[in-house]
């Protein structure tokens, strides 16, 4: 949690383990009641954060333009970004995974310059697969990350290599 990272950060000092925050606040520092601005988390040696959790989408309803303004803010200030995109089971079920993914790639990255994507890592969350004990097969997680390359390629013009560089997690 955001409450331990310092003491996790100095442990972790000169050890080559990166430390990320689940969430921070998309904006520089200020007084918003609750959040954790970048700021802060820089202080304290994060160097990653999470952006697009499905939870902070269901349940504090945080888009897909939402998470382009953490996102873009974030890349400007020199974090990575690893940013979660995924289904429901009854997106899947209904045929509507590329369609999902493709909305929460292009309007999670929309406009961020391709200089970026160095420090940026996409993570395919199935939401269908927390908790239920199911899980992606490996040719349902190869076909979501070939399709992701996909999309990432025709956001920006010569991203192809960027496309094949980018990591994507699992």
Not at 7 to 15: F, P
Not at 30 to 41: H, K, M, V
Request: hydrophobic content about 40%; some cysteine.
């Amino acid at each position: 949690s955001t409450l331990h990272l310092e003491n996790v950060s100095k442990i972790l000092e000169g050890s080559s383990v990166i430390v990320g925050a689940q969430n921070c606040y998309h904006s520089g520092l200020a007084a918003f009641t609750g959040e954790t601005s970048p700021d802060q988390l820089k202080e304290i040696g994060v160097k990653v954060v999470m952006v697009g959790h499905s939870e902070r989408r269901q349940f504090l309803g945080e888009s897909n333009f939402f998470c382009n303004d953490k996102i873009r803010f974030l890349l400007k200030n020199e974090f990575t970004v690893l940013y979660c995109v995924g289904e429901t089971l009854s997106e899947r079920e209904s045929g509507k995974t590329l369609e999902v993914l493709s909305s929460q790639i292009r309007e999670g990255l929309k406009g961020i310059d391709s200089v970026f994507f160095s420090n940026l890592i996409l993570a395919y969350e199935p939401v269908w697969a927390i908790g239920t004990g199911k899980v992606a097969t490996p040719s349902q997680a190869q076909e979501v990350h070939s399709f992701i390359r996909k999309e990432i390629s025709g956001l920006f013009v010569g991203a192809s290599s960027i496309s094949e560089s980018i990591s994507i997690l699992y």
